[in-house]
């Protein structure tokens, strides 16, 4: 595909107006190599858009060009001349249609000099980009900016570079983007930094329930330790079948099994001189934990069906919600790699345990969304209210930080209003099934419950339940829920007002 991407200016606008042509028409008429697509970025002239884009399908409808893709799109700017916020929005989708596209081209004439310099630092760096200029006279001409920015910045880094000691500079980017303001996560993540900057071989494990962010935790580590520039690869024990974990995680040679018709390198292997992320680790059949222990000890493996050795140099960082020592206790996990793996033991708290952290993350939710939604014309960005978070911070979030977040996107689906409220939340939590005898009951300080009015719904429903499952014989429907008679039952139905079917 050939794409075209544009922010669009005063003058395009203007000149459509008198049905003449500036540089976004231009350079999608003349361009010798048609655009499939045309992507045009803008953050002003909102009620102009649609005749701006209705007129320019119309021109290359006439000129034979393809036209059934091309959309303008709201830029997320804090404004016109706003260069982070500007050069966030172009990495974002620059980066994006690079991918999807074969080539990218990239007309720098219109909008503020601020976003031709972030079209030209940004595209510099994607490998399928051209620059494109309109000229005064209606034509156009592709741009040459000789510069590579990578091999400069390599240039006047490398001193500083140098005297840093041989060790690779680690980046703590990801870190970053965690949130931690409760001080249990900020140790979590302290500790994480030095597992990432540590010895090379060091093994880490991260235990948590689910959804606290233990896969985010691997990712951070490997990105700020000094295999960031190798592969992370990631795989749930969990979730592989049976028959193929070997395979999977250590390879297999040609004719190891049936349907092994060429040789397979496993993730260890592909993995080579990074890291490899065991999610579930507790689901691992005895026999792979012997071929992991052997792994993490002597750094070497075997593929199914070879009996010679292969040298592996990577990092394991293991995660699981289950209770491993427990696990050891039962025979479960072995002992002996539960140790080696605790090595860079890391405990991520529930979040109902960070209650800090619950409205920081509630917002970067809320700005999320916002700015995925905001290239929607049209689209205002929406908040939650006051109330809306304190209820938020009530909740016990069983599914912890994944939960949360797809409890506020249900509400933003749901809701029309700009604020979201606290019943907003309420319609789009997912209500649990009723509790168990077993199950623990969490509280938070300033949740208001009304025992006496739980106690009486529980009365109903088990009432009716009962009276319907034995066809209205109070006698039977009494002992079914450990009443002493029908006479009981009766006045229980009196007094709570059932209604018989
Ligand atoms: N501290 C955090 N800040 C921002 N987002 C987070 C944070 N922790 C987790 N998330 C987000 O919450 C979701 C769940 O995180 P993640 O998948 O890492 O949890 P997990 O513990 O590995 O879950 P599981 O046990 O199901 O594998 C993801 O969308 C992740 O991006």
């Given at each position: 595909?050939?794409?075209?991407?544009?922010?669009?200016?005063?003058t395009d606008i203007e000149n459509m107006q008198q049905n003449e042509h500036a540089a976004i028409s231009t350079i999608a008429l003349q361009n010798p190599k048609p655009f499939d697509r045309i992507f045009i970025f803008a953050n002003a002239w909102e009620k102009d858009w649609k005749p701006y884009e209705k007129w320019l399908v119309k021109q290359l409808k006439e000129a034979g060009r393809p036209n059934d893709n091309v959309a303008i799109f709201k830029a997320n700017i804090a404004g016109p001349t706003d260069y982070p916020t500007i050069i966030r929005e172009t990495e974002k989708w620059i980066s994006k249609l690079s991918e999807e596209s074969e080539e990218l081209y990239i007309n720098i004439t219109s909008g503020t000099p601020a976003m031709s310099v972030a079209s030209v630092l940004v595209g510099k760096g994607k490998h399928n980009t051209h620059f494109i200029q309109s000229r005064r006279d209606n034509t156009i001409e592709n741009v040459d900016v000789p510069v590579d920015f990578g091999v400069a910045y390599a240039k006047s880094a490398a001193k500083s570079i140098a005297n840093k000691a041989v060790k690779a500079p680690s980046s703590h980017k990801l870190f970053e983007t965690i949130v931690a303001e409760s001080q249990a996560m900020k140790d979590v993540i302290s500790k994480a930094k030095r597992v990432a900057e540590s010895d090379l071989e060091l093994p880490a494990l991260v235990l948590g329930e689910t959804g606290t962010g233990k896969e985010v935790i691997a990712n951070a580590?490997?990105?700020?330790?000094?295999?960031?520039?190798?592969t992370l690869k990631t795989v749930n024990c969990g979730a592989l079948p049976e028959s193929l974990?070997?395979?999977?995680l250590f390879g297999h040679v040609k004719g190891a099994f049936t349907g092994a018709n060429s040789e397979h390198k496993g993730l260890f292997e592909q993995a080579s001189g990074g890291t490899l992320f065991l999610d579930e680790v507790g689901e691992l059949t005895p026999s792979v934990q012997v071929k992991l222990l052997r792994a993490l000890q002597e750094g070497e493996i075997t593929r199914v069906g070879d009996n010679k050795t292969i040298s592996v140099d990577v990092r394991i960082i293991a995660a699981t919600h289950r209770d491993l020592l427990q696990l050891v206790e039962k025979g479960d996990f072995r002992e002996d790699l539960f140790y080696r793996l605790a090595v860079g033991l890391l405990h991520i708290p529930a979040l109902r345990e960070r209650h800090e952290d619950i409205e920081p993350l509630v917002l970067e939710l809320v700005d999320e969304l916002n700015q995925a939604a905001n290239k929607y014309p049209g689209y205002k960005s929406k908040n939650i209210s006051e109330k809306g978070v304190k209820f938020i911070k009530s909740q016990p979030w069983h599914g912890n930080i994944r939960e949360l977040w797809n409890t506020i996107n249900r509400a933003f689906l749901w809701?029309?209003?700009?604020?979201?409220?606290?019943?907003d939340i309420k319609n789009a939590l997912i209500v649990r099934a009723p509790v168990s005898d077993e199950s623990e009951i969490f509280l938070s300080l300033g949740q208001q419950v009304d025992i006496n009015n739980l106690v009486e719904k529980y009365k109903k429903k088990y009432v009716k339940a009962a009276m319907k499952a034995a066809g209205n014989n109070k006698t039977k429907a009494a002992k079914m829920i450990g009443l002493n008679s029908q006479q009981v039952i009766t006045k229980w139905i009196e007094a709570l007002d059932i209604e018989i079917e």
């Open positions: 595909m050939t794409t075209l991407y544009t922010w669009i200016g005063n580590i490997h990105a700020a330790s000094p295999r960031a520039s190798k974990v070997d395979s999977i809701s029309d209003a700009e604020t979201i409220t606290d019943v």
